[in-house]
C-alpha cells in the first residue's frame, strides 16, 4: 500500500477477501500487526502501524479468528503464523506445539510461481524452522537441543536459510570443518554476523601462523585439506579475513568495522583507517537506534589521535 488516495479502497479489498477466508488477506493483515510491535526497526514498524491502522479493531479480530481456523486446517504457514502471535501473547507451549506440527507440513521447495510464494517473500516473519529453532535454543535440556537442531537442519539442508545454517553452526565444534562449512554458508548468503565470525576465523589463523603456532583445529585433517588452497601465499588467511570484514562493514556491522580499520592500520594505510572510522561515526537512519554505542565512541576516539587525525 504506497502513498496513494487507493489507500481505503484498498483497504475494503483486503478486509473483504478477508471475510470469504481468502488466506494470504488474512496473513497479510495480520503480519502487518504482528509486526507493528515486534519488528526491531523501528522505521518498519512504524509502517506497519500505518498498514495496520486502516483496519478496524472488529475486523483484526475476525482476522484473527479466520487465521485459527486455517490453522486447524493444518495449513503450514497460518499454523507458523499464529504460533508467532502466541509465542509474543507469552503463551509459548502452544506455539510449540504449532510449530513443531507446522514443521512436519511445510514444503521446502520455492516455486516462485505460486502467489503465496511471492507473498511468503514479502513478509518479515520467521520461517518455521527457524521459529521453533529459536524458540526451543535457550532451553538447555538436551530434547530442546536435539529438536531445534533438527529444526536448523531443515532450515539449511533443504531450504537453504541463512540464518538456519548461522545457528546450525553453533552445534558444531567451535571453528572446525562442519562449524566452517554452515558458517561460510550463512555469511555468502549475506548474515552480518556470519561474515564477521568467518573473518575472525581467518583472521585467527594468519596470527597464529605468523607466531609459528599450529591452529589448534587444523589437526583435523579435513580442514586442514579444506584450507589448502590458501597456504599458497604468505597473506591469505590475512587477506581473506579483511575481505570478510569488508563485506560485514559494507552491511553496516561495526565489529567487523573495527576490525577491519585494526588491519589496515597494521598495514599502514592509514587513510583506509580514517574512511572506515568515519563511517562508523556516521548516525543511524532516522528512527534507528545505534547498536554498537561503545564501538561508535572508539571510533572518535581513534579519529582524533595524532596518527588518524
Not at 499464529?82 to 507469552?90: A, I, K, S
Request: charged content about 25%; hydrophobic content about 35%.
Amino acid at each position: 500500500m504506497p502513498p496513494s488516495v487507493h489507500k481505503p479502497l484498498a483497504t475494503q479489498l483486503l478486509t473483504a477477501c478477508c471475510k470469504v477466508k481468502d488466506p494470504l488477506a488474512i496473513m497479510l493483515i495480520l503480519e502487518g500487526v504482528y509486526q507493528s510491535t515486534t519488528h526491531p526497526s523501528p522505521q518498519a514498524r512504524h509502517k506497519s502501524r500505518q498498514f495496520a491502522g486502516h483496519f478496524k479493531p472488529s475486523d483484526i479480530v475476525h482476522c484473527r479468528k479466520e487465521l485459527e481456523v486455517l490453522a486447524s486446517y493444518s495449513d503450514p504457514d497460518a499454523m507458523n503464523l499464529l504460533g508467532q502471535l502466541l509465542e509474543y501473547e507469552g503463551k509459548p507451549q502452544q506455539a510449540r506445539k504449532l510449530y513443531e506440527q507446522a514443521l512436519g507440513l511445510s514444503d521446502t521447495n520455492i516455486d516462485r510461481t505460486k502467489p503465496r510464494t511471492l507473498f511468503l517473500t514479502l513478509t518479515t516473519l520467521l520461517p518455521v524452522w527457524n521459529a521453533l529453532g529459536c524458540l526451543l535454543l535457550p532451553n538447555n535440556d538436551p530434547e530442546s537441543q536435539r529438536l531445534a537442531k533438527a529444526a536448523f537442519e531443515k532450515g539449511a539442508l533443504e531450504a537453504d536459510d541463512p540464518l538456519s545454517y548461522y545457528h546450525l553452526a553453533s552445534f558444531e565444534k567451535e571453528r572446525g570443518i562442519d562449524w566452517l562449512k554452515y558458517m561460510s554458508k550463512a555469511a555468502a548468503s549475506g548474515h552480518a554476523e556470519a561474515m564477521d565470525k568467518v573473518g575472525r576465523f581467518y583472521l585467527a589463523l594468519y596470527s597464529n601462523n605468523e607466531q609459528g603456532i599450529e591452529f589448534s583445529h587444523l589437526k583435523s585433517s579435513k580442514l586442514k585439506t579444506a584450507l589448502n588452497w590458501l597456504t599458497w601465499r604468505k597473506d591469505s588467511y590475512r587477506d581473506l579475513a579483511e575481505e570478510w570484514f569488508e563485506v560485514a562493514a559494507g552491511r553496516g556491522y561495526k565489529p567487523a568495522m573495527l576490525e577491519l580499520v585494526k588491519l589496515h592500520e597494521s598495514k599502514g594505510e592509514i587513510e583506509k583507517s580514517k574512511a572506515v572510522l568515519r563511517n562508523m561515526t556516521e548516525p543511524p537512519l532516522v528512527g534507528e537506534i545505534e547498536q554498537w554505542p561503545r564501538m561508535t565512541e572508539e571510533a572518535r576516539k581513534r579519529l582524533k589521535t595524532s596518527n588518524l587525525g
